[in-house]
C-alpha cells in the first residue's frame, strides 16, 4: 500500500525532467537559430548594407538567386569577384557567418526583380540627386582613411584614424606627416576629420580633428580635440588648439566629428555623445553630444544660443532644434547645413 505514492512520485519526478529537459532543448534550438539569423542580418547591415543597401535593394538579379541552395552566394561572398567590385569576406567571417549571410540575401532580395537597383561598379556611372559620377580607386593601402581634402593644387591630404596624415601627390603617397599631437587610437578614436580654412590660399590653416589622449597613471582619457596648423614642407607648424570636449572620459567611441565652415568667420562641428547619449547631451554643462558654432580662431561668437547662460558650452541640438522646428547636422550636405534653418531658429 505504502508503495503506491512513492512510485507515482517518482513517476510524475521522471516526466517533468524530461520535459523540462525537451522543453530547455527546443528553446535552446530556437535561440541559436534565431542568433544566427540576427547575427546575419547585423553582419550584413555593418559589412554589406553600405553597397547593397539596407533593404538588400542593390543587387543586380543574377543566377545566384534563382540556384536552388545557397553555393553561388556562399562562393562569391568568401572569395570575392574582384573584377566587378566584390570584396572577399573570408577573412572577416567564419565559414558558418557565410553560410549565414548567403542565407539571409538569397532570402531578403526583394521577389521583385525590377525593384533592384545594382550597387555600384568600378567605372560604371552612378547617378545620385545631385550629381553624376564614376567611382575608381585612386589610392589603395591605406588603413581606415577617415578625413580627405583637396588642396587648391590638386593634390590630396589624407587622415586615417590610426593616427596618420599624408599628402597624397601625383600618385604617390607622402610619408607620414611630423607633427601630430597624442591621441588615443583606440577603437572609433584617433585621426578623425580635416578641413581647410576658406580662406586657406592665404592664412593656410589646415584644420585637424582628432581624439585628445591625456594619461593617469594606466587610464587614457580623451576627448574630441580641433587642431589647427600650416604645413610646412612635410611638417606641421603654428599648431593652435582651437577646441577641446570637456569632460574627457575613458571611452573609446563617439567622438564625431565632420567640420564646415560658413564662410562668415564660423566652423561648425558635432562633438559625439561620447557615449553617454542618456546624459550629456540633456545638460548644458558639457560640451558632448552637441553641434557647435565657433570663430574660426576658437572663441565663442557673442550672437551664439546660450552664451550668457553661466557654465554653458555652445548649445545643444535638441533644445535647439524644438525651438527652431529644423535640424542642424554637421555635414556639407546641401540640406542639412541649412543657415536658413539657423536664421529661423534665431528669429
Ligand atoms: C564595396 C562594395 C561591396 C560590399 C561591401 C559588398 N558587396 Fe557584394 N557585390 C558588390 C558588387 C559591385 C557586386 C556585383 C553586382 C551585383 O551582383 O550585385 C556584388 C555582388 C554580390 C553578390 C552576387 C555575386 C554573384 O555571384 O554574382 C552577392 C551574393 C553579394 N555581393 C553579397 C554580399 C554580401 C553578403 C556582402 C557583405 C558581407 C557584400 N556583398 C558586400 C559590391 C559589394
Known amino acids: ?16 525532467t524530461g520535459m523540462i529537459g525537451l522543453y530547455s532543448f527546443t528553446t535552446d534550438g530556437l ?49 570575392g569577384i574582384e573584377k566587378i567590385g566584390m570584396p572577399s569576406f573570408q577573412k572577416t567571417f567564419s565559414d558558418t557567418e ?24 568600378p567605372g560604371g556611372i552612378v547617378e545620385s540627386e545631385v550629381q553624376r559620377f564614376v567611382v575608381d580607386t585612386v589610392v589603395s593601402g591605406l588603413k581606415v582613411p577617415w578625413g580627405l581634402v583637396f588642396l587648391p593644387e590638386g593634390d590630396l591630404l589624407i587622415s586615417e584614424r590610426s593616427g596618420t596624415l599624408h599628402r597624397f601627390s601625383k600618385g604617390k603617397l607622402s610619408a607620414p606627416i611630423e607633427g601630430l ?39 587614457n582619457f580623451s576627448n574630441t580635440t580641433i587642431l589647427r596648423a600650416r604645413m610646412k614642407g612635410n611638417k606641421l607648424e603654428d599648431k593652435q588648439i582651437i577646441y577641446h570636449g570637456n569632460p574627457e572620459t575613458e571611452r573609446n567611441y563617439h567622438f564625431g566629428i565632420k567640420m564646415a565652415f560658413d564662410g562668415k568667420g564660423h566652423i561648425f562641428f ?20 552637441k553641434i557647435h558654432r565657433l570663430n574660426d580662431d576658437g572663441t565663442v561668437p557673442a550672437d551664439n544660443p546660450f552664451v550668457n547662460t553661466p557654465g554653458c558650452y555652445s548649445f545643444n541640438l535638441e533644445l535647439w532644434s524644438q ?13 542639412t547645413l541649412d543657415y536658413r534653418t539657423w536664421s529661423k531658429g534665431r528669429g
Open 323 to 335: 525651438k527652431s522646428a529644423g535640424y542642424l547636422y554637421p555635414s556639407c550636405h546641401r540640406r
Open 270 to 289: 558635432g562633438n559625439g555623445d561620447r557615449g553617454q547619449h542618456f546624459d550629456f547631451p540633456q545638460k548644458l554643462d558639457n560640451t558632448n553630444g
Open 98 to 121: 557565410i553560410e549565414a549571410l548567403a542565407a539571409y540575401v538569397k532570402k531578403g532580395v526583394p521577389e521583385d526583380k525590377s525593384l533592384l537597383k545594382p550597387a555600384v561598379t
Open 31 to 79: 535561440k541559436s537559430e534565431l542568433q544566427v539569423q540576427r547575427t546575419a542580418a547585423m553582419n550584413y547591415q555593418n559589412f554589406c548594407a553600405g553597397c547593397h543597401g539596407a533593404n538588400l535593394e542593390k543587387f543586380a538579379a543574377k543566377a545566384w538567386m534563382e540556384e536552388k541552395g545557397n553555393v553561388l552566394a556562399f562562393n562569391s561572398i568568401k572569395s
Open 1 to 16: 500500500m505504502k508503495m503506491k505514492p512513492i512510485i507515482s512520485l517518482s513517476l510524475i519526478i521522471l516526466v517533468t
Open 181 to 219: 599631437p597624442p591621441m588615443m587610437t583606440v577603437g572609433q578614436g584617433g585621426l578623425l576629420d580635416l578641413a581647410l580654412h576658406p580662406d586657406y590660399k592665404n592664412n593656410g590653416w589646415i584644420y585637424i580633428a582628432y581624439s585628445s589622449l591625456r594619461s593617469e597613471g594606466e587610464k
